[in-house]
């Protein structure tokens, strides 16, 4: 395991430089691509130029002379430029060729260290693969003692497996019959104990139901006497509600002989009003309105919380809401 650390980073350092390489080479190549431009320069003596055309001319005057006098005509020798003219050229030339050359030396240049840079990274390359080699060579040496490693431990585990397996085994037999004996002497314990639940769970109901048999007579005595102290006390409850009410209703004087309205009465258990409304109209706003003033004006009834107290049931189904009619009848 100590080697593959120095290793991988041999590896790793030579590719930063395989890259570094080849990110220069790259630019250097897109350089040389721009070729430079070549400019063709030609010179021109301005001597010469206004020589030639002061010559033109004097030649155009001699023409249109020689045209009036119309003499023979005379063929004129061409003028050699001066050599001075010459040698400027020459030395224009000379120096185009040299820039020329220099030119095509720098761009040799730059196609042999492109090659030199070619060459060292195909050596890099190869010095990468030969370490690739060697690590894949060292991973498989590792990987093949590895795997020895792993039977040999597998081995190992499976002595040691059958071996805890057997003592297992073992224990779980001794066990099964310790919780054997324990169960049969478990379910007789549970059994006698079942037997003594059962038996005193019998005689439990049955104390139970005699109790419950005992309540409920006494329930239906308690409950049977309430019943006869109320209907004692509701003797005449209607008649006495009607007195209290018709005393503290006042009848208008808009209402006809024989109209009739039923306004629905609801108590509280101490015998105060909680609600009254017209069940049955008498067609009459007032008369209507009169009756139910009348309820609301009474406001409470003490002999009601009495009957309450002495019979509950009886107030819920008689006396917690009932109906009471309005009768208009004229009197002589």
């Not at 650390?5 to 570094?20: D, M």
């Not at 155009?60 to 001066?82: G, H, I, M, S």
Request: aromatic share 6%; proline share 3%.
């Amino acid at each position: 395991m100590s080697y593959i650390l120095p290793v991988l980073l041999a590896f790793l350092l030579h590719l930063a430089i395989a890259v570094s390489l080849l990110y220069s080479q790259w630019s250097n190549l897109e350089q040389s691509r721009e070729m430079p431009r070549h400019i063709k320069a030609q010179l021109f003596d301005i001597k010469k130029l206004s020589t030639t055309t002061k010559s033109e001319q004097n030649t155009a005057k001699d023409v249109n002379l020689a045209e009036e006098k119309k003499p023979e005509p005379v063929v004129e020798k061409k003028k050699e430029p001066p050599k001075e003219d010459k040698k400027h050229e020459q030395l224009e030339k000379e120096k185009l060729k040299k820039q020329q050359k220099d030119e095509a030396e720098r761009l040799q240049q730059k196609q042999k260290k492109a090659e030199q840079r070619k060459r060292e990274q195909e050596t890099l390359k190869k010095d990468l693969e030969k370490k690739k080699a060697e690590v894949k060579k060292q991973r498989d040496i590792e990987s093949k003692r590895k795997l020895v490693a792993k039977k040999k431990a597998e081995q190992e585990q499976l002595i040691k497996d059958k071996q805890r397996k057997e003592s297992e085994a073992k224990k779980k037999l001794q066990q099964k019959q310790a919780e054997k004996k324990a169960a049969a002497e478990k379910k007789r314990k549970q059994d006698a104990a079942k037997k003594k639940k059962l038996l005193a769970q019998k005689r439990k109901k049955e104390e139970q139901a005699r109790i419950k048999s005992l309540q409920k007579q006494i329930e239906d005595e308690e409950r049977y006497a309430a019943q006869q102290i109320a209907a004692e006390m509701a003797t005449g409850v209607q008649d006495y509600i009607n007195s209290l009410v018709k005393k503290r209703w006042h009848i208008p004087g808009t209402a006809r002989d024989g109209i009739k309205a039923i306004v629905r009465i609801r108590l509280s258990p101490t015998g105060r009003v909680e609600g009254a409304e017209i069940v049955e109209s008498s067609g009459n706003v007032a008369f209507d309105r009169s009756a139910e003033q009348a309820v609301w004006r009474t406001g409470n009834f003490p002999k009601v919380a009495e009957i309450y107290e002495a019979s509950p049931a009886y107030f819920n189904r008689e006396l917690r809401s009932f109906t009471m009619g309005f009768t208009n009848v004229k009197k002589f």
